[in-house]
């Protein structure tokens, strides 16, 4: 007998907080629902933590429920101050718009919203035309200021001076859930554990306003071992969008996690069979690598699709196993002109670092190679007897590679 998708979420260790579990896992069972998670475009791609939420999303939605996306055309203008220490940058509209078509894009990988199965909605479509007044009478009323200051999502923005406008956000998000609720139907509202007060604010709303039953759910942050969220690289957050961060790149984040963070990886970021996981993960031996390589290709393959995933997938055993495809390795160009030029500025120059000082650093830490020679001088020139059969093989650090190749 197939689990009830409640029991599989709890299995997978997706669910961090529930407003009546039991409820909850009845109506899920029992009905075919409709629920949501708000997706806010502060940026111009979706990253590794949204990823989780569409994997949760994903999951329901094969269950026979009906998710709704909500892109924050509305509270993007305003920003999310949970869990932030400054106020986000006030973006203009026209950037807005902008990621979120970038967001919808994306998401279409993994939800399937034909025919109704799934609903893509932009909250700017009611919030930009409420009127203060009444919006301060009819749903300010309802809000209680100091349950609000003592609301998780605002302790940290409480110590550095927390804006009006931010202050705003919480009855903004609890006013989109009551909205749903009345176009859709919408009675879950699920986001990261972070969420938590802003969810309990909607679920309060619908309930005074509109005399409905609604319910709220958290999901685990993904975290690594040490506490610190996943997702985090050298050169920054871990994207979803091929531009940002590439699928090799991409590939071996995963294949890189320490052992163990594993099996949590497989659980919530594949649609493995949780026997498969278990078996996969129960020996703490280099079995363990085996394991890793099953979920760095799965996770590449439901973002990147399969053709990419067996792309990253040689270029990393042409790397570490002697086998593969090495020219399925992230390349950079260089011409005829960069010849002579100093290695560094010329790494600097293709993006392979970040800066001519990171540069500086990894040859002083002793973490730069060129065709598996250390660079030991930092004003290194880069020649013509560098590249080999046309191209060379830059290290930086332990474990990302860059072929180079020179233009004919």
């Known amino acids: ?47 590794v933590g949204h990823f989780l939420a569409l994997m949760a999303m994903a999951r329901l939605q094969r269950a026979g ?21 400054d106020m986000r940058r006030v973006m203009t509209d026209d950037e807005i718009e902008a ?13 399937d919203f034909s025919d109704g199965k799934a609903l893509m909605v932009n909250n700017g479509e009611w919030l930009r035309k409420l009127n203060h007044i009444e919006f301060l009478r009819d749903v300010g009323a309802c809000f209680s200021v100091n349950r609000m200051l003592a609301a998780e999502c605002y302790k940290n923005r409480m110590e550095q001076g927390l804006t009006f406008l931010e ?3 919480m009855t903004m998000q609890a006013y989109d859930f009551m909205e749903l609720n009345r176009r859709y139907g919408c009675v879950l509202q699920m986001g990261g554990d ?24 958290t999901l685990s942050l993904l975290t690594k071992s040490d506490g610190k969220k996943m997702g985090k690289t050298a050169s920054g957050a871990l994207w979803l969008d091929a531009e940002k961060t590439s699928p090799y790149d991409f590939y071996q984040y995963w294949r890189n996690i320490d052992d163990g963070d594993v099996e949590k990886c497989l659980s919530r970021l594949t649609f493995l069979p949780m026997d498969e996981v278990r078996r996969l993960t129960e020996h703490r031996d280099e079995r363990m690598n085996d394991a890793k390589k099953i979920l760095a290709y799965e996770v590449t393959r439901l973002v990147h699709g399969e053709a990419e995933a067996e792309k990253a997938k040689k270029a990393a055993e042409a790397l570490f196993g002697g086998a593969g495809d090495a020219d399925a390795m992230p390349t950079s160009e260089v ?7 100093r290695l560094l500025d010329v790494l600097a120059q293709k993006g392979v670092v970040a800066s001519k000082g990171e ?16 660079v030991t ?3 290194r020139k880069l020649t013509e007897e560098d590249f080999k059969d046309g191209s060379a093989i830059v290290r930086k650090g332990k474990k990302t590679y860059v072929r180079l190749t020179l233009a004919q």
Request: proline share 3%; aromatic share 8%; net charge negative.
């Open 1 to 47: 007998m197939p689990l009830n998708v409640w029991d599989e979420l709890k299995e997978r260790g997706y669910i961090a907080q529930c407003t009546n579990e039991e409820e909850v896992r009845k109506l899920l069972a029992e009905e075919k629902i409709t629920f949501y998670i708000g997706f806010d475009p502060t940026a111009d791609s979706l990253h």
């Open 65 to 85: 429920h009906r998710p709704i996306c909500l892109v924050g055309g509305g509270t993007g203008t305003v920003g999310d101050p949970s869990g932030r220490t």
């Open 99 to 111: 990621n979120c078509e970038r967001f919808k894009a994306q998401m279409a990988r993994f939800l």
């Open 167 to 169: 202050f705003n956000y």
């Open 194 to 217: 972070d969420q938590w007060s802003n969810i309990i604010a909607g679920v309060e709303l619908i309930r005074r306003r509109e005399g409905n039953a609604a319910y709220g759910l």
């Open 335 to 341: 011409t005829a002109s960069d010849l002579g030029s």
């Open 359 to 374: 540069g500086k650093r990894l040859v002083q830490q002793n973490g730069l190679t060129l065709n598996d020679e250390r």
């Open 377 to 379: 001088d930092i004003e």
